[in-house]
């Protein structure tokens, strides 16, 4: 049982360039989001999903698309890599209940753009 | 939207202390955890808790719903607890977590 796998774990990229980072999470989950951490800050939402097919913004969506063909994968795509991009980003995943279950997060990929 | 304070933001402590971190949400929530990111930077599930109280060996954390806030406790502190603590809520069945600033802990031998 592997949990939230995220890949790569390091990334360096130039402005401009485009990427996918990936989540994938073999518990059923129905929820998976994308978090951004920045130097002395909480996680920021970035994209959220409820279940395969939907997808909705969190708090700073901008410069990012994501998609959920299927239950297990979430990858959040970047499309025109900047600077202010830098940051740690985590993904991760919880089961939907009464009330909600605990969320598990991924190990992050640590992107660098210069 | 909903705040989330965490208090205080930074703790050292010698090695054996005990400490209590403090987290304030400004609405009601139907989902709070405790997190622990490492030193490396993994984040570790501490507790799930939207009320009452529960422990984990020399951890253990309180939340007063009502009065909206959660309390996480440190007992005999080791260099290993180092590292920043984090609370979480969710508003709505999303999964959605909102993050507090978090503290900041320094364990010293």
């Known amino acids: 049982n592997a949990g939230v796998t995220q890949t790569p774990k390091f990334q360096v990229l130039k402005t401009g360039q485009s990427m996918t980072l990936q989540c994938a999470q073999d518990m059923n989950h129905e929820y998976m989001s994308w978090y951004r951490q920045d130097p002395g800050m909480g996680l920021r939402l970035i994209h959220y999903s409820v279940g395969a097919g939907i997808t909705d913004q969190g708090e700073v969506p901008n410069g990012y698309n994501v998609s959920r063909s299927t239950t297990e994968d979430f990858p959040l795509r970047l499309l025109s890599a900047a600077p202010s991009q830098t940051s740690v980003y985590f993904c991760?995943?919880?089961?939907?209940?009464?009330?909600?279950?605990?969320?598990?997060f991924g190990q992050g990929t640590r992107l660098t753009v210069v | 939207g909903i705040q989330v304070e965490q208090s205080p933001p930074d703790l050292i402590l010698q090695e054996g202390a005990n400490s209590t971190l403090r987290c304030n949400f400004s609405?009601?929530?139907?989902?709070l955890q405790w997190f622990h990111q490492n030193p490396w930077g993994q984040l570790i599930n501490l507790f799930y808790i939207p009320s009452g109280t529960k422990q984990n060996g020399r951890l253990s954390a309180t939340t007063v719903a009502t009065e909206r806030y959660s309390l996480l406790y440190i007992s005999s502190s080791q260099t290993t607890d180092s590292g920043v603590y984090f609370c979480?809520?969710?508003?709505?069945?999303?999964?959605?977590?909102?993050f507090g600033q978090g503290t900041t802990l320094q364990v010293k031998p």
């Open positions: 979480a809520v969710e508003r709505d069945n999303t999964g959605k977590l909102i």
């Open positions: 609405d009601s929530v139907n989902n």
């Open positions: 991760a995943s919880s089961f939907r209940g009464q009330p909600n279950t605990e969320a598990f």
